[in-house]
């Protein structure tokens, strides 16, 4: 996910998992989640994973290895783009990879993109595109060409609730709220949230 480029576009609200203190371990397929969970868990580390939509009962599994579960909807990270990214900016991204000579050749030409087809139509080629090019940074790239009000709610959502939990400073500001006032009393009468001062 692409927490750094949304940390250049928006820092007031997200930070890159490395900021916020996180080692990031490629399991490299979502079969090895619970295993990988159960050994850092097992050193004592507090383990959280963003992984694909899971069948039961390896859901249930997965799930009770991590101390914090961040699971998508879509069967494939590269479903995660393609139904969340705005189809203009795929079709733009798949028409330039023609245009600048990178589209794989080996790709039959049947499914290359062009300005002919429709929109639907390049997306499915993109698709086949991503598949061809998984885990080689063809996501990040259109990722890095999205604005954060174009970026698929589930990253979104993911990082904001990733730094909720382990920034200091969000703990911070929500202990600062405490307890509205009530009426007739002043904020400095009002009950704080416990732990601030």
């Known amino acids: 996910m692409d927490s750094w480029a949304l940390t250049v576009l928006q820092p007031a609200e997200f930070r890159s998992l490395e900021e916020l203190g996180l080692a990031v371990v490629d399991v490299e397929g979502d079969r090895s989640l619970e295993p990988f969970a159960n050994y850092f868990r097992g050193l004592g580390k507090t383990v959280f994973a963003v992984y694909d939509e899971q069948p ?44 600048n000579g990178e589209w794989p050749t080996h790709i039959p030409a049947v499914s290359r993109p ?16 991503l598949d061809d090019k998984k885990g080689k940074g063809a996501c990040a790239a259109i990722l890095d060409k999205c604005s954060p009000d174009d970026m698929p709610e589930y990253i979104t959502n993911t990082l904001r609730e990733i730094k909720r939990v382990t920034d200091p400073e969000e703990e911070v ?3 600062d709220v405490g307890e509205p006032a009530q009426e007739g009393e002043t904020t400095e009468d009002a009950p704080k949230a416990e732990g601030s001062a």
């Open 56 to 99: 039961e009962p390896h859901k249930t599994r997965i799930r009770a290895a991590l101390d914090h579960a961040f699971e998508s909807d879509k069967h494939s990270f590269e479903d995660v783009i393609i139904d969340g990214v705005p189809s203009a900016i795929l079709q733009e991204f798949a028409l330039d990879l023609v245009a």
């Open 114 to 129: 062009d300005a002919t087809k429709t929109i639907q139509e390049n997306l499915a080629c993109l698709r086949i595109f």
């Open 173 to 175: 500001a929500e202990a």
